[in-house]
């Protein structure tokens, strides 16, 4: 058998703000069992260590996923599994209107049965993380959005991300500002400076009063610095 257990806050290359990536678990195991029983279950992982020589063990928690797919293959069963961020990718009915981040995360964490793991106090306490963020388009509608897609759009706003932690809680938060390592010149392999100017030739936004749009600006070099 075999088990691999992925889990991101940014991808490999980027060091990235605004993300909800879904943990995944890969499982193969000798096991005899009509793979379609599978359909619908969950897995709870844990990694034990033994820690003396009498065969006292410490269970590690890896977290808990929803089996997604199963194969059985020479009697050996191969279980792709996601951790609980996969049960918000499911499309939103309506724009989150009128809420802060953490009521709209804590209102997609009831419906989907995963319990908050950062505060309201510590959301409040992120760059724009107690102001009501809805997050319009063009016309008012959804635009196919997911709940997942939401939660990475207000992790952005409070430069944070999403995940799940090991707990299968739901946890937004932020890069540490705390210098924990410097690496010398000789110990990188390459160094691109990104030393850019960023110029905004159009500003729009909606007057939550009145619902209303207005645009500042043009797109024929007038720019707002």
């Known amino acids: 058998g075999g088990l691999t257990i992925t889990h991101d806050i940014c991808s490999n290359s980027n060091i990235e703000i605004g993300t909800a990536y879904i943990g995944q678990m890969d499982l193969s195991v000798y096991l005899n069992v009509d793979r379609y029983q599978l359909f619908g279950g969950t897995v709870d992982m844990s990694f034990g260590v033994q820690i003396d020589s009498s065969g006292t063990m410490e269970w590690l928690p890896c977290g808990t996923f929803?089996?997604?797919s199963a194969e059985i293959t020479e009697g050996k069963v191969k279980l792709t599994c996601y951790d609980f961020m996969q049960r918000f990718n499911v499309a939103i009915t309506q724009n989150p209107v009128g809420k802060t981040p953490y009521e709209v995360i804590s209102e997609y964490c009831e419906k989907r049965g995963v319990t908050m793991g950062t505060t309201e106090a510590e959301l409040n306490a992120m760059p724009n993380g107690s102001y009501q963020l809805p997050l319009w388009s063009s016309d008012g509608s959804t635009q196919a959005y997911t709940e997942q897609q939401i939660?990475?759009?207000l992790a952005q706003a409070m430069c944070a991300y999403a995940?799940?932690?090991?707990?299968n809680k739901m946890y937004i938060k932020q890069f540490s500002q705390t210098v924990d390592k410097t690496i010398s010149e000789a110990g990188r392999f390459s160094l691109t400076l990104g030393d850019y100017e960023t110029k905004f030739s159009e500003l729009s936004y909606i007057m939550m009063s009145n619902n209303s749009a207005h645009v500042i600006g043009d797109s024929h070099d007038y720019l707002i610095y």
């Open 66 to 68: 929803d089996i997604q």
């Open 151 to 153: 939660i990475g759009y």
């Open 163 to 167: 995940y799940i932690g090991q707990d």
